[in-house]
């Protein structure tokens, strides 16, 4: 408008003005997302917006001109009014100007969780103040908030209940947590350490050295590395525990690493059970040397007085003969208990090849073809599939099955039937069987009878079962007794094939 112009000013008419500002409330009160009501001092709902129809379940229509309490569940419906005329008559609030969480009663009966802010309106020419009430519903925060804490609870539960040391650090190695193993084994609590870099913490302050492996662990483990050493702890009892220590990086969905886990194994038994089965592994090994010595030692003296024992034999009468035979016989057995002890106590070296299993079976036969002609026994072999190939020393193999083959026909005496087999047990595994359709062995035997020097047998040794156990042990494979489907003892030798 130009200034120097002379026409007056035009003014709206009052009534105008009142009318478009009545439009634009009106308006307003339709477009917000949040419930917004005005009451009056009497607590009387005088406008509604249009959305409290999808957060309350009531139409604006049913809530204008009703007490604002039939939204409030108790005690606050009884005790609203009241409410509002002591803060009219004192000027003394806990609600106008702030926000406050409160429940609202919805037409369904449900209630739900709501931020409420009232605001108090003075009017022009009025008597009364108008109360502007907004309502946001929080019901789903609420609900993820009960969640998130429970979820949180359950965390600390196992957090806490952990037996190992567990803690939780920032990229820089900040604790963040730890848990009560750990803490209770420095005997701090959580604002002892929590904040603190994890390496000035109590747990290494026993060593600056363990300090500096740990700072440059947390640097490894911020660089997306995994890190894991053993360390001696000092612990607040004054025990030192064996710790296999770890550190693993955290990453968010983008790969990038945030935080760390730290993870304490107390080994201390497992350390201190390594060191004592080693001590047992070296005597045993002292007493295996030292018993092969022996046994080379006294072998060759009992060939020598047997064959002195034999050629005074020829020289004696009848019964002073009978005697000294049956004394060479006590020698043979002692010289082969020597012999096997000598076996026994000698480490096996195992150079494994690619082998048929048929040839193994039928060598093992040939071996024993006499004795067994001679008891009458009948032997069988089954080789499926035709060609099968195992993992081993087929003459260390041949040994075994002769023994087992020995055994079972001790067992059978006389007659009978023994079979050898060998089939597939899995894709990589390869089963060799010995079994009869004798006597079967008794349960209170089969818990020992792989043990040394354990036997059953009037003249036995009691190793060569010990023998077999340790050349399929060197095998990789494994050595069972069970029963046979034909009635007797079935010995089972699973190999890799």
Same mark, same amino acid.
């Given at each position: 408008?130009?200034?120097?112009?002379?026409?007056?000013?035009?003014?709206?008419?009052?009534?105008?003005?009142?009318?478009? %500002?009545?439009?634009?409330?009106?308006?307003?009160?339709?477009?917000?997302?949040?419930?917004?009501?005005?009451?009056?001092?009497?607590?009387?709902?005088?406008?509604?917006?249009?959305?409290?129809?999808?957060?309350?379940?009531?139409?604006? =229509?049913?809530?204008?001109?009703?007490?604002?309490?039939?939204?409030?569940?108790?005690?606050?419906?009884?005790?609203?009014?009241?409410?509002?005329?002591?803060?009219?008559?004192?000027?003394?609030?806990?609600?106008?100007?702030?926000?406050?969480?409160?429940?609202?009663?919805?037409?369904?009966?449900?209630?739900? =969780?709501?931020?409420?802010?009232?605001?108090?309106?003075?009017?022009? =020419?009025?008597?009364?103040? $108008?109360?502007?009430?907004?309502?946001?519903?929080?019901?789903?925060?609420?609900?993820?908030?009960?969640?998130?804490?429970?979820?949180?609870?359950?965390?600390?539960?196992?957090?806490?209940?952990?037996?190992?040391?567990?803690?939780?650090?920032?990229?820089?190695?900040?604790?963040?947590?730890?848990?009560?193993?750990?803490? *209770?084994?420095?005997?701090?609590?959580?604002?002892?350490?929590?904040?603190?870099?994890?390496?000035?913490?109590?747990?290494?302050?026993?060593?600056?050295?363990?300090?500096?492996? $740990?700072?440059?662990?947390?640097?490894? @483990?911020?660089? #997306?590395?995994?890190?894991?050493?053993? $360390?001696?702890?000092?612990?607040?009892?004054?025990?030192?525990?064996?710790?296999?220590?770890? %550190?693993?990086?955290?990453?968010?969905?983008?790969?990038?690493?945030?935080?760390?886990?730290?993870?304490?194994?107390?080994?201390?038994?497992?350390?201190?059970?390594?060191?004592?089965?080693?001590?047992?592994?070296?005597?045993?090994?002292?007493?295996?040397?030292?018993?092969?010595?022996?046994?080379?030692?006294?072998?060759?003296?009992?060939?020598?007085?047997?064959?002195?024992?034999?050629? $005074?034999?020829?020289?004696? #009468?009848?019964?002073?003969?009978?005697?000294?035979?049956?004394?060479?016989?006590?020698?043979?057995?002692?010289?082969?208990?020597?012999?096997?002890?000598?076996?026994?106590?000698?480490?096996?070296?195992?150079?494994?090849?690619?082998?048929?299993?048929?040839?193994?079976?039928?060598?093992?036969?040939?071996?024993?073809?006499?004795?067994?002609?001679?008891?009458?026994?009948?032997?069988?072999?089954?080789?499926?599939?035709?060609?099968?190939?195992?993992?081993?020393?087929?003459?260390? %193999?041949?040994?075994?099955?002769?023994?087992?083959?020995?055994?079972?026909?001790?067992?059978?005496?006389?007659? #009978?039937?023994?079979?050898?087999?060998?089939?597939?047990?899995?894709?990589?595994?390869?089963?060799?069987?010995?079994?009869?359709?004798?006597?079967?062995?008794?349960?209170?035997?089969?818990?020992?009878?792989?043990?040394?020097?354990?036997?059953? *047998?009037?003249?036995?040794?009691?190793?060569?079962?010990?023998?077999?156990?340790?050349?399929?042990? @060197?095998?990789?494979?494994?050595?069972?007794?069970?029963?046979?489907?034909?009635?007797?003892?079935?010995?089972?030798?699973?190999?890799?094939?």
């Amino acid at each position: 408008m130009d200034p120097s112009s002379s026409e007056p000013l035009r003014t709206e008419p009052s009534e105008q003005r009142d009318r478009r %500002l009545e439009v634009s409330a009106v308006a307003i009160l339709a477009s917000v997302l949040d419930p917004t009501l005005t009451i009056d001092g009497r607590g009387t709902i005088q406008s509604a917006s249009d959305s409290v129809e999808t957060v309350f379940g009531y139409s604006p =229509n049913e809530l204008v001109g009703r007490n604002v309490s039939m939204l409030m569940p108790e005690p606050h419906h009884s005790q609203h009014d009241e409410y509002l005329a002591q803060y009219l008559r004192t000027g003394v609030t806990h609600i106008l100007g702030q926000t406050r969480e409160f429940e609202v009663l919805r037409k369904d009966g449900r209630h739900i =969780n709501c931020e409420m802010s009232v605001a108090r309106v003075d009017l022009e =020419n009025e008597n009364e103040p $108008v109360f502007i009430g907004s309502f946001r519903d929080i019901t789903e925060r609420k609900r993820a908030e009960r969640t998130l804490v429970r979820n949180e609870e359950r965390f600390r539960a196992i957090f806490d209940q952990e037996y190992q040391y567990v803690g939780l650090l920032s990229r820089d190695g900040t604790v963040l947590e730890m848990n009560r193993t750990a803490l *209770k084994a420095i005997g701090a609590g959580a604002v002892d350490v929590r904040g603190r870099p994890f390496w000035q913490t109590p747990w290494w302050h026993h060593s600056p050295a363990e300090q500096d492996r $740990v700072r440059q662990a947390i640097l490894d @483990a911020a660089d #997306g590395r995994f890190v894991r050493f053993e $360390v001696e702890l000092a612990l607040d009892d004054g025990t030192t525990r064996a710790i296999d220590f770890s %550190l693993k990086p955290i990453r968010d969905e983008d790969g990038r690493v945030q935080l760390l886990l730290p993870e304490g194994r107390d080994i201390t038994e497992l350390k201190r059970a390594q060191r004592a089965e080693t001590a047992v592994l070296r005597t045993l090994a002292a007493i295996g040397e030292g018993a092969a010595t022996l046994a080379h030692e006294i072998k060759n003296p009992i060939t020598a007085i047997n064959i002195a024992l034999r050629a $005074v034999a020829e020289q004696l #009468g009848e019964t002073d003969r009978v005697v000294l035979e049956d004394l060479a016989s006590r020698m043979i057995r002692l010289e082969g208990l020597m012999r096997q002890t000598l076996s026994f106590a000698t480490p096996l070296v195992i150079h494994k090849t690619t082998c048929e299993a048929l040839p193994i079976l039928e060598n093992a036969q040939r071996l024993l073809r006499e004795s067994l002609i001679a008891a009458g026994t009948e032997v069988t072999i089954d080789v499926q599939p035709a060609g099968l190939t195992l993992r081993g020393v087929a003459t260390h %193999l041949e040994d075994v099955i002769v023994n087992l083959l020995g055994n079972s026909l001790e067992a059978l005496e006389s007659g #009978g039937h023994i079979r050898l087999a060998a089939r597939y047990h899995s894709a990589s595994e390869v089963c060799l069987s010995v079994e009869d359709d004798g006597p079967g062995v008794s349960a209170a035997v089969k818990t020992t009878i792989f043990k040394p020097f354990v036997t059953t *047998k009037p003249a036995g040794t009691g190793l060569g079962l010990a023998i077999c156990q340790k050349v399929i042990d @060197a095998h990789n494979g494994r050595l069972e007794l069970d029963t046979s489907p034909m009635g007797g003892a079935r010995f089972s030798i699973y190999l890799p094939s």
